[in-house]
């Protein structure tokens, strides 16, 4: 079965921030029924297919496959950071996002309202994604990647559509 054009916008939506609940608001699904809609939507077989295929169409276009956790097994968080970065400036230009500046900037702790512990800035001056920012060493917790997406992507998401 198709989709139709609602249901296209909440598969693209969606793996802006794997949040089918916010998915379902920025396709347009009314906000008094966005919870009830996502796990409804989620749990159609056509749905999953389309984020399946979507998912894999990103995953070639900055060619990552099966192999690439493997391929940086040792890196640090910034080492996948600055990876990601350069394959989306290659492919987009000014278009990409430079998440890694932003990471070992003073600027993430004003944003964040932490205040950074010697650990943090240790880790910071050596390039590595600090224990605060971190879940695991090598990936942003989700407070800091819903930062990151606040304070730059969404911005620059603006600045496209209304540019």
């Known amino acids: ?15 802006i921030d794997l949040n089918a609940t916010q ?18 939507l989620l ?6 297919n389309r984020i399946a295929e979507l998912k894999a169409q990103r995953n070639e276009q900055v060619n990552i496959d099966a192999a690439y956790p493997n391929t940086v ?4 968080g910034i080492d996948l950071i600055h990876d990601y970065n350069a394959l989306t ?6 278009l990409s996002i430079d998440n890694a500046a932003y990471l070992m900037s003073s600027q993430i702790w004003t944003d964040a309202m932490i205040t950074p512990t010697s650990a943090d800035l240790s880790a910071q001056s050596k390039g590595v994604i600090a224990p605060s920012l971190s879940s695991d060493g090598l990936h942003m917790n989700s407070p800091i990647e819903q930062l990151v997406i ?4 969404k911005p620059k998401m603006q600045e496209l559509w209304f540019s």
């Open 1 to 15: 079965m198709a989709l139709n054009d609602k249901q296209g916008m909440f598969c693209r939506e969606y793996l």
């Open 89 to 94: 400036a290659k492919r987009y230009g000014s």
């Open 150 to 153: 606040d304070k730059l992507i």
């Open 43 to 48: 749990s159609k077989v056509d749905i999953q």
């Open 23 to 40: 998915a379902a608001i920025r396709a347009g699904y009314s906000d008094e029924t966005e919870n009830r809609i996502a796990s409804k």
């Open 73 to 76: 097994a040792s890196a640090n």
